[in-house]
């Protein structure tokens, strides 16, 4: 198993520019989720889903869009991009023994 | 989730027991106490989950109280690859009825030579 994949590994975008973050995983998880991460600070959530066709805000949704179509992939969309939206983004998908959460590598990005 | 309170921040040597201590006063019966453990550049990962007395896996021991108020994460013996970002999630995690999982600011371990 990949696990939870995510791509882009970096991007740089110009403000007002737009871009999807994608996020997939191949362990047959129902829940899946994005947080963004700022420098030395916690994760916050932006959003998170229990199954294919539901979707729910998280902490700081705002600036971002999600669906989720099939079990497997879980986008993430900004439009607009503003320099606070900098910060590194990571999926996760949420299953097994202790039904925990297994995240992927991060996408940097930095808005400029 | 039920509030948690964790020290922002703690500092060791290597070769010592580390003791992470997490407040739930809030905790529900059906709550379980998991610990996620976050390396600089990557994502958080799982390591131990329980629900009272004492869980041990190959990376920590869990002690919960009777009264479940708080938790103790221990790490035997840490060396300089422990230095990380831990965090405490209190929740009926395991049956999967909360969706929304929020991380707290978590307690930044550092270990020193």
């Known amino acids: 198993n990949a696990g939870v994949t995510q791509t882009p590994k970096f991007r740089i975008l110009k403000i007002g520019q737009s871009m999807t973050l994608q996020c997939a995983q191949d362990m047959n998880h129902n829940y899946m989720y994005w947080y963004r991460q700022d420098p030395g600070m916690g994760l916050k959530l932006i959003y998170y889903s229990v199954g294919a066709g539901i979707t729910d805000k998280g902490e700081v949704p705002n600036g971002y869009n999600v669906s989720r179509s099939t079990t497997e992939d879980f986008p993430l969309r900004l439009e607009l991009a503003a320099p606070s939206q900098t910060s590194v983004y990571f999926c996760a998908s949420r299953g097994g023994e202790a039904n925990e959460q297994f995240f992927g590598p991060g996408t940097r990005l930095t808005v400029l | ?113």
């Open chain 2, 1 to 113: 989730l039920a509030k948690t309170t964790q020290p922002i921040s703690m500092d060791s040597y290597e070769g010592q027991e580390v003791n992470i201590t997490c407040s739930h006063n809030n905790i529900a019966t059906n709550d379980y106490i998991t610990w996620y453990q976050q390396f600089p550049s990557q994502g958080p990962r799982f390591i131990i989950q329980g629900y009272k007395t004492k869980v041990t896996n190959e990376v920590a021991s869990l002690f919960i109280p009777a009264d479940r108020k708080s938790s103790t994460l221990s790490l035997p013996r840490v060396s300089l690859s422990d230095t990380a970002v831990y965090y405490c999630l209190v929740g009926d995690i395991p049956f999967g009825n909360t969706g929304k999982l929020i991380f707290g600011q978590g307690t930044t371990l550092q270990v020193k030579p």
